[in-house]
């Protein structure tokens, strides 16, 4: 008979959340929310009166109207859907990635990665791949778990198979996957044509 373990472990102890947000800084990437972000989209959002006062801050007020929501009943904001067939995504500030990834995990059973991410990203903005990973690394109970250890991020891995022998080289290769595809598109502006 299954019974669940009713110890005290908790998903992510609160020196791996401060190492956490403290990993945040040091990558001092611009692809996270920080609360002084959230205050700046809020006001965008619910300050009719407020007028760009740069061409700059134009164009980005008109990002920010496009791509965000604020709910006056919930006080919360939005990452709006793009189709209908999406939903509007919570918007995350960086001080809270660990509690909602600790939430979602446990929620979902202590799944793994890729399971993990897809909850988050289907419901949360703000947070990247990469801090799930960093994260899950970090569970407790998964720790406790070898059926639960990341498997890498390879897709289809037969289920089956014991990998405990893996060598950590394998591991990372999932972290940078996602960071960098966007920003370093443009390599070579010239193609000659015929
Ligand atoms: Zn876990």
Not at 22 to 39: A, G, P, Y
């Amino acid at each position: 008979m299954m019974c669940t373990p009713s110890n005290n472990l908790v998903t992510f102890t609160s020196s791996t959340k401060t190492a956490f947000l403290q990993h945040l800084r040091e990558k001092s990437t611009n692809r996270h929310i920080t609360q002084t972000d959230k205050d700046i989209i809020i006001e965008w959002l619910t300050n009719p009166h407020k007028r760009p006062s740069s061409q700059k801050e134009f164009s980005r007020r008109n990002y920010i109207l496009k791509t965000f929501a604020w709910d006056e009943k919930t006080q919360s904001l939005f990452a709006a859907a793009k189709t209908d067939a999406a939903k509007d995504r919570t918007v995350v500030t960086e001080n809270t990635i660990a509690d909602v990834v600790e939430f979602v995990h446990g929620n979902n059973k202590h799944g793994g990665w890729d399971a993990t991410w897809r909850d988050i990203s289907s419901s949360y903005y703000g947070i990247l791949r990469s801090d799930v990973i960093y994260l899950l690394k970090q569970c407790q109970t998964c720790a406790l778990n070898p059926s639960k250890r990341p498997k890498g991020s390879a897709a289809t891995i037969p289920s089956s198979q014991p990998i405990d022998h893996e060598p950590l080289g394998f591991l990372s290769t999932g972290e940078v996957e996602y960071d960098i595809s966007a920003w370093d598109v443009q390599e070579n502006g010239e193609h000659s044509g015929e």
